[in-house]
C-alpha cells in the first residue's frame, strides 16, 4: 500500500453520480467545525466498493492485488488507463476503479453548484 494522496480528518458523503461518464462526487461541508467546503471527484469510475458516508477519508493509489480477492471480481473490469484507489475511513477500506481523482477546497456550500463537476461559473452567472 501507498501513500495516502488526499487525506482529511473530517466527515464526507457521496454527493452524487453520472453514469454517463462514470463520476463520483464526495462532498464535505462541516459548519462550525470546518469553515471549507471540500469535493473529491472521481471520473471514469468502472466499479467500486464504497460507503454512502465515510470519517477521516484518505485515498491511496494502489495494485489490482490488493483487491483481487473482492467478490464482485474488481479484476474483470480493469483496462488500459484506470488505477486502483483504496479509500480509507476508520478501520474500513472500500475501493474505485478509475481514470483518475481530484480535489478541491473552496468557500461553498452544500447547496453551491461543484466546481469539479461542472467548473467554475461563465462571465455573467455568478
Do not use: C
Request: aromatic letters at 12%.
Amino acid at each position: 500500500m501507498g501513500k495516502p494522496i488526499i487525506s482529511f480528518t473530517r466527515k464526507f458523503q457521496i454527493w452524487g453520480y453520472l453514469p454517463g461518464h462514470g463520476q463520483l462526487l464526495f462532498l464535505s461541508v462541516e459548519e462550525g467545525k470546518h469553515p471549507r467546503r471540500v469535493e473529491i471527484l472521481f471520473k471514469d469510475i468502472r466499479a467500486m466498493e464504497m460507503r454512502a458516508f465515510i470519517h477521516t477519508l484518505s485515498v491511496e493509489e494502489a495494485s489490482l492485488s490488493e483487491i483481487s480477492d473482492r467478490m464482485i471480481k474488481p479484476v474483470e473490469t480493469m483496462e488500459w488507463g484506470l488505477k486502483v484507489f483504496l479509500i480509507k475511513s476508520d478501520g474500513w477500506t472500500g475501493w474505485i476503479i478509475a481514470g483518475a481523482v481530484f480535489w478541491q477546497e473552496d468557500d461553498g456550500w452544500f447547496g453551491d453548484p461543484s466546481k469539479l463537476l461542472f467548473g467554475p461559473p461563465k462571465p455573467g452567472e455568478d
